[in-house]
């Protein structure tokens, strides 16, 4: 390879100094939201005779991409040769490539485009955590980076893996016992650093089946200690602010530059189309869910407002409170004039539909690293039912009625007390046992699913779930704990007893 030009990239992306300067993104605009097409790729596959001599030619608008992304960053270009698209996620595209001056180098790699309309700091935040995280424990690490102008491209190592649906069907319990022990020691690394990763799903862990190898991937959303937090002109903080890959959300046109700093500038803040903003939309939403009536903010919260409430350009205008510390619809399923007049309380939100954990959709300021795992939890529970995706929803409000119905009202009622919420239900339910729940889900899910994908559920498939224990279902409801400061940690995951039973032989 001729280096000279790459080693420049490779010390820019082991600068502490960071990226802000450097890179030159708008700020204003939203990032591009796809959903999950990375989903619906073929399954990347790493082998050397993906070279483009061999390639079906590639279709006139994929070729057409590939030559802009040549133009835009000459870099890729003189250094690689673009074989194919393997990803494509809200905030970039993910290309397979090789080397192309070496030919006899059998090497494949992962070429990630991020969106030029990233923030700044939210590309450094995401190269740091591959660099500083990565390359060890499942957690994915970063070959170099390339940038012109606003066009950073992260170069990987390319990671051949299987499609998470079609292991669903197929998949013994050891076999789950493993991918869940990779995740949680991937988890447990990045919880090292206090980072949260904030998008932890099927498609962000990339599983090799046949070697048995694991990819944690995608820090676009991470945030933590060691990361910058993206701040705009105001001093705002980005992080704090509700973000979304969902497509649905990209669809609504939610964007970043909706913060509150654009409250009073003619702009609507981002709070106020989220489906969770309590002011405007919880009537609306008490006609769509009979479960789950009002979610309004505890007075412990209101209080303790968060960090950029406080700064000289937020200061916390709320109206003051009745004589009692009370509002009039405190406890109540009604919005009062006076929190119709508050500020909303803005909360990360950042993550994938139907991984968000209850205080994230219930809009709790405070997260920890306890998020990853409920979204990890959402895995296991799928893997456990065969059911993908488990949860579908329309909005938050959907997502979370259908985790009261599963765990009950009494947990998420005690749940969102713990992190200052109140939560109003108009019916009791009770938890479900997660064991026969899954089992009734995925002994239907499992024959029909075989059989419409053709794939062959052996008897060794369905002995290792007819003999399963009682320790993965114990596992699972402490990870799914609706409540973040009682929830089970990566590391104490990791000593439960699901993970020392030998295989699904002895494990019954
Ligand atoms: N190193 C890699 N090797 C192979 N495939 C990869 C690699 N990195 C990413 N991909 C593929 O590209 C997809 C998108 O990558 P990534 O998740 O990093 O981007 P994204 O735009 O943030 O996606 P999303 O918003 O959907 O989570 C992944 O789901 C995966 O299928
Ligand atoms: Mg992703």
């Known amino acids: 390879m001729k280096n000279n030009n790459v080693n420049t ?159 669903l069907p197929v998949v013994t319990v050891s076999e789950v016992r493993e991918y869940m022990r990779n995740l949680m020691t991937a988890l447990r690394r990045v919880h090292e650093f206090n980072v949260i990763h904030r998008d932890i799903k099927p498609s962000n862990f990339l599983y090799n089946r046949q070697k048995k190898e694991y990819a944690l991937v995608d820090f676009g959303l991470a945030s933590g200690t060691m990361l910058t937090t993206p701040k705009d002109e105001e001093g705002c903080e980005w992080q704090k602010l509700e973000q979304t890959t969902t497509s649905a959300a990209a669809a609504k046109g939610i964007k970043p530059a909706d913060t509150p700093c654009t409250r009073g500038k003619g702009r609507q803040a981002k709070d106020d189309r989220s489906p969770l903003s309590p002011s405007k939309k919880a009537a609306g939403e008490r006609n769509k869910s009979n479960i789950v009536s009002t979610v309004k903010s505890g007075l412990q919260l209101q209080k303790a407002g968060p960090s950029w409430q406080k700064g000289p350009m937020h200061k916390p205008s709320f109206p003051p409170l009745v004589p009692n510390g009370l509002c009039d619809c405190y406890g109540k399923p009604v919005i009062c004039q006076l929190c119709v007049g508050r500020n909303n309380q803005l909360a990360p939100r950042a993550g994938t539909a139907g991984f968000r954990a209850p205080e994230v959709l219930m809009k709790s300021p405070d997260q920890s690293t306890a998020v990853d795992i409920w979204s990890a939890g959402v895995i296991f529970l799928s893997i456990l039912s065969g059911r993908y995706p488990f949860f579908r929803a329309q909005d938050d409000m959907g997502y979370l009625a259908q985790i009261v119905s599963l765990l009950g009202t009494e947990a998420c009622v005690q749940a969102a007390s713990s992190f200052g919420k109140l939560l109003t239900l108009s019916e009791q339910t009770p938890t479900v046992d997660l064991r026969s729940a899954c089992l009734k889900l995925r002994g239907v899910q499992t024959s029909s699913r075989a059989a419409s994908s053709g794939s062959h559920v052996t008897s060794e498939v369905r002995d290792s779930w007819a003999v399963i224990s009682d320790t993965p279902f114990d596992l699972l409801e402490k990870m799914l704990d609706p409540n973040p400061s009682s929830r089970i940690s990566a590391k104490d995951a990791l000593q439960h007893p699901f993970f020392a039973e030998e295989d699904e032989g002895s494990s019954s």
């Open 9 to 167: 990239a490779v010390l820019l992306c082991n600068s502490d100094k960071g990226m802000e300067e450097e890179v030159n993104a708008d700020d204003t605009q939203d990032r591009r939201g796809k959903g999950d097409i990375a989903e619906r790729l073929p399954t990347v596959d790493e082998s050397p005779s993906g070279a483009s001599a061999m390639l079906p030619p590639l279709p006139s608008d994929l070729d057409d991409e590939i030559n802009d992304l040549y133009r835009l960053v000459p870099e890729v270009g003189n250094h690689f040769t673009i074989l194919n698209k393997i990803g494509e996620g809200a905030f970039s595209t993910v290309y397979k490539a090789r080397l192309k001056h070496y030919p006899e180098i059998q090497e494949m790699f992962a070429l990630k485009h991020i969106v030029p309309t990233s923030h700044p700091s939210r590309i450094e935040n995401e190269l740091r955590c591959l660099l500083k995280i990565g390359g060890q424990d499942n957690v994915m690490g970063v070959k170099l980076c390339l940038r012109n102008k606003d066009h950073v491209i992260v170069v990987m190592p390319l990671f051949s893996h299987d499609k998470f649906q079609d292991i």
